[in-house]
């Protein structure tokens, strides 16, 4: 009865590509076709749902509930949302199923309720015409790759269903590759470090190739190592055997992965060549070796022969869909771009006018952008790649750009009035985190700890030195520490191989210090130093420090992370010791238990794809801090220093996929790492930096669905809140603005001095005091005799506000635009203000407002003619700072400090002149702004374009 209903179940099922249909009938339809009893098939189908998530008939219905689920726009859906019970209940009606079997659905099969992509666009721009009935009509590389996801990388429904969801909102958003109307989309998707986007873009390819798209060009990154990987993955995933041997026998075919240990089981495979089973073939303009130029005679990238109809462009469907693919892996190196062009040009622009193509630009934000300052121009306009990227887009005018990067500060920074640069004018997607990643929420704690639970800090972050405060020193680098984590996690994955059935094929270690080759040599000499004076070898060497680790660290986090997902511990040391004989001789195995991946001579890299596992200790610098995936990372030892937040972040190798092991992960960081002639805690940075992008997230989901905006037209902001880190380098900030800041305090001193601006000025303070209620204060500092009067009133935030708004100023440019902003948006910790007017002892005539009098201040304007010296006296300062809560000093006064209060420190100024004479006429009205101190994410600036 077991296989009779699943293949009822399957053949049911089948039928429903459009939707699905009544469930019920189409079983006893198919029963009756295998002789079975169609009732009975329906009772045994409630217990089959119900049984464990191995089941074959439960996971063909979670399969098809999972797709209807998450479908977007088809006709059937009645516009419903996706991945919501009114969705599910949609799905269930058109069923016709019973109660009894959808309260088992939904018991045990509940529709998927995590985080989804965030789409910023103009809605009225999408084309339409990438329809559910067309996907279901041109899927034949996107539904083998699904297969292969799930059989051999072992992906859940939920997480290729989101992967499916996420390609499709990238597909329906670029040209309709058969349409005769030209239109070059610029798209931007963000996803998170080491979180899966090479799969992602796989899934965009493959469906893009399905669709029509007949050139397809990744750039990959700067480096052979990512370059060299991001190729293998596509022709493991998607290329296939069958495209790579082009029709000739493995046995007789000479190819570049003859000695790969992978070949040919682990590469997807179609039974045949795609051209002969209703597809197009995939033809590899790169392999293992990046891009080079060939004789224009010998142009791979010619297409005209497989025309269908000589007498139409390629982009028609006549054409387009006989017309095999071109794929191309290409480095961001001049050398190979150039060879790319020269092979456009070879092809013609009449030819090329008519290619459908799709760029993918990983790591987009790295030498992608133009670094060229605007400003200072002269002969040249772009930087070199990017000038490279502009004019492979110049010459494919049917070219739809995707850029891919987890740090897109760099890309959203790009001048959007550039009408040829890459800015993502068309779109930008935010991808969902996915399930089972281990990313910034798991190592930073951004909320308060549930009680008796380990912060995320105490479970998975590890101080270097120990103690925070200590500065750092060799004797306090806990590298021997990290050394002994790695062996000890080794075993536990050993035991729990045995234990649980899980298997790990790889253990690393991440040691991280510094970019330099020669300091890389350095550290292995000193580690495999290190590692022989362990004394891994000899019981009493080293079972004592690691049973104490085994006890006072690994168990403990074990008990409050790993034991709540099932995952088994020894019960005790003797237990583990077998193990860990068979983890050492893991390690051991090679020269040396250390990699250095570099590019200096001697350096090694590790073969992840090979038969063998990589149980090592790795040592690099930029080559392992963007992009490429290090297999089974357990221990990261940190202390590399960067004044670059997307620098920093792309090194957070420690976030990825942990499966069977997420409570072995530990991060070994610097809290006192040498940055210039000062220290940074790096811990603190990623806590800043990723509580910075976790808010660029949220600002985009908060845009999401507001029909007619564009990235044009809402620039995402880009927030800092580390006072040493810049979002990008320098040279990618040009276009770059400050949108709001927070402070502590600002005195901005180039008011206008100009008649008109004088008197606008001199108007509207003038105003503003006559509302309010002045009252006189002494104040004297704790222990002086000197006492101080002010002049002081009550104001709300609001008329605080306007009056900063509507201040005139010398320059063109309000200073304080950016401040003003974070007052604006409420972001300050402040809801009411004084105004505090020192009364100096007459070094100006005052100025009178009705009948108040208030002394003035004379101050002589610099010779920029913009700008008076400072105001304030650092007395008036200490007591306004200690008004808004500040600890500066303590003061004897009946006004005392306030919560949420800022202050307006208020000089009216008169012009010093030469010979001491004093300018008559209006005052200036000189002013400083006192806030009290935002700690935490409060305190930080936010920039755009």
């Not at 069923?95 to 998927?112: G, T």
């Not at 959007?416 to 930073?444: C, N, Q």
């Not at 792309?650 to 210039?676: K, N």
Request: net charge positive.
């Amino acid at each position: 009865m077991s296989d009779t209903l699943e293949a009822i179940s399957a053949q049911a099922l089948a039928g429903m590509t459009d939707g699905p249909r009544p469930l019920p009938s189409a079983i006893r339809f198919y029963a009756e076709q295998l002789g079975a009893n169609g009732k009975k098939m329906e009772l045994e189908l409630l217990k089959r749902i119900g049984a464990g998530a191995n089941d074959d008939v439960r996971k063909l219905f979670h399969q098809h509930l999972g797709h209807w689920d998450w479908e977007a726009d088809a006709p059937w859906t009645a516009a419903t949302t996706a991945n919501t019970i009114i969705r599910r209940n949609r799905i269930y009606d058109l069923l016709r199923i019973d109660l009894s079997l959808r309260a088992v659905l939904e018991k045990q099969l509940p529709p998927y309720q995590g985080a989804k992509a965030v789409v910023i666009e103009d809605p009225k721009q999408l084309r339409n015409w990438y329809t559910p009935d067309f996907r279901r009509k041109h899927n034949f590389y996107w539904r083998k790759l699904r297969q292969f996801l799930a059989r051999q990388r072992k992906i859940g429904e939920d997480g290729i269903n989101s992967i499916e969801a996420s390609a499709n909102r990238v597909i329906e958003r670029l040209g309709d590759p058969a349409s005769s109307e030209i239109y070059q989309a610029r798209g931007l998707v963000v996803g998170h470090v080491q979180s899966g986007k090479t799969t992602n873009f796989t899934a965009v390819i493959a469906k893009a190739i399905d669709a029509g798209y007949r050139l397809i060009i990744v750039l990959s990154g700067t480096t052979n190592l990512l370059r060299n990987q991001t190729q293998r993955r596509l022709d493991m995933e998607l290329v296939g055997r069958e495209n790579i041997l082009r029709g000739v026998s493995d046995q007789d075919a000479e190819h570049d992965y003859m000695e790969d240990e992978a070949w040919p089981e682990k590469f997807i495979s179609y039974g045949r060549q795609p051209s002969l089973l209703g597809s197009v073939d995939i033809h590899r303009l790169t392999s293992l070796e990046d891009f080079k130029q060939r004789d224009a005679g010998l142009n791979p990238l010619e297409f005209e022969f497989e025309k269908r109809d000589r007498q139409l462009p390629l982009y028609n469907r006549e054409n387009l869909d006989h017309a095999g693919a071109r794929i191309a892996v290409v480095k961001k190196q001049r050398e190979r771009l150039k060879a790319l062009k020269a092979e456009l040009r070879a092809v013609g622009r009449a030819k090329c006018a008519d290619v459908p193509t799709l760029i993918i630009d990983d790591e987009s934000d790295q030498a992608s952008v133009n670094t060229v300052n605007p400003k200072a121009v002269v002969d040249k306009a772009r930087s070199a790649i990017n000038e490279d990227i502009v004019g492979i887009l110049e010459l494919l005018p049917r070219a739809n750009y995707l850029g891919y990067t987890a740090t897109p500060f760099a890309n959203v920074f790009i001048n959007p009035k550039d009408p040829k640069d890459i800015y993502p004018r068309s779109f930008i997607i935010s991808l969902p985190r996915p399930a089972g990643y281990m990313g910034a929420a798991d190592f930073i704690d951004f909320d308060a700890k549930e009680a008796g639970r380990l912060s995320n800090s105490a479970a998975y972050v590890r101080d270097i030195p120990k103690k925070p405060e200590m500065s750092s020193s060799p004797i306090d680098d806990r590298l021997r520490e990290a050394l002994d984590v790695f062996v000890l996690t080794g075993a536990i994955k050993k035991y729990r191989e045995k234990k649980d059935g899980l298997g790990f094929k790889h253990h690393t270690m991440l040691v991280h210090h510094s970019v330099s080759k020669d300091d890389h040599k350095v550290l292995v000499s000193n580690i495999e130093a290190l590692w022989r004076k362990a004394g891994y070898d000899s019981p009493s060497s080293s079972s004592a420090r690691l049973e104490r680790l085994l006890n006072e660290d690994i168990r403990r986090v074990w008990a409050d992370r790993g034991q709540l997902e099932g995952l088994s511990l020894p019960k005790s040391f003797s237990t583990l010791r077998p193990y860990l004989g068979a983890a050492l001789d893991e390690i051991r195995k090679g020269r040396s238990p250390v990699l250095m991946v570099n590019s200096a001579e001697g350096a090694e890299v590790p073969n992840f794809d090979g038969r063998a596992g990589v149980w090592k200790i790795i040592v690099g610098g930029a080559k392992l801090s963007r992009g490429y995936t290090i297999e089974g990372l357990t221990v990261s030892y940190f202390r590399r220093r960067s004044a670059m937040q997307d620098t920093l972040m792309q090194m957070g190798r420690w976030f990825g996929y942990r499966p069977g092991y997420p409570d072995l992960v530990r991060l070994y960081i610097g809290r006192s790492e040498p940055i210039g002639k000062m220290t940074i805690d790096l811990y603190r940075a990623f806590e800043a930096m990723c509580r910075d992008e976790e808010d660029f997230r949220a600002q985009l989901a908060m845009y999401e669905g507001r029909g007619g905006l564009t990235p044009l037209e809402v620039p995402a902001l880009v927030f800092n809140s580390h006072p040493r880190l810049r979002p990008t380098s320098r040279s990618k900030m040009y276009n770059a603005r400050i949108t709001w800041a927070a402070f502590d305090y600002r005195e901005p001193t180039s008011q206008a001095a100009a008649s008109s601006g004088l008197k606008t000025n001199e108007r509207i303070f003038s105003d503003f005091i006559s509302h309010r209620k002045i009252a006189e204060v002494e104040v004297a500092a704790t222990g002086s005799r000197s006492i101080v009067k002010y002049k002081w009133a009550q104001a709300t935030h609001a008329a605080v506000v306007s009056l900063l708004v509507r201040t005139k100023w010398d320059k063109t440019d309000n200073p304080i635009t950016a401040e003003i902003e974070f007052l604006r948006r409420k972001l300050a910790p402040v809801d009411s203000w004084l105004l505090l007017a020192p009364q100096t002892s007459g070094e100006a005539h005052p100025w009178k407002v009705g009948t108040e009098r208030f002394e003035c201040i004379a101050r002589t304007r610099l010779e920029s003619a913009f700008r008076f010296g400072v105001y304030s006296s650092p007395k008036h300062l200490a007591y306004a700072k200690w008004l808004v809560g500040g600890t500066e000093g303590e003061f004897e006064s009946t006004l005392k400090p306030r919560k949420q209060t800022g202050v307006l420190l208020f000089y009216p100024t008169r012009e010093l002149l030469e010979g001491g004479n004093i300018k008559g006429g209006l005052p200036v009205m000189g002013f400083g702004i006192v806030m009290p101190r935002a700690d935490g994410p409060g305190k930080r600036i936010a920039y755009s374009v």
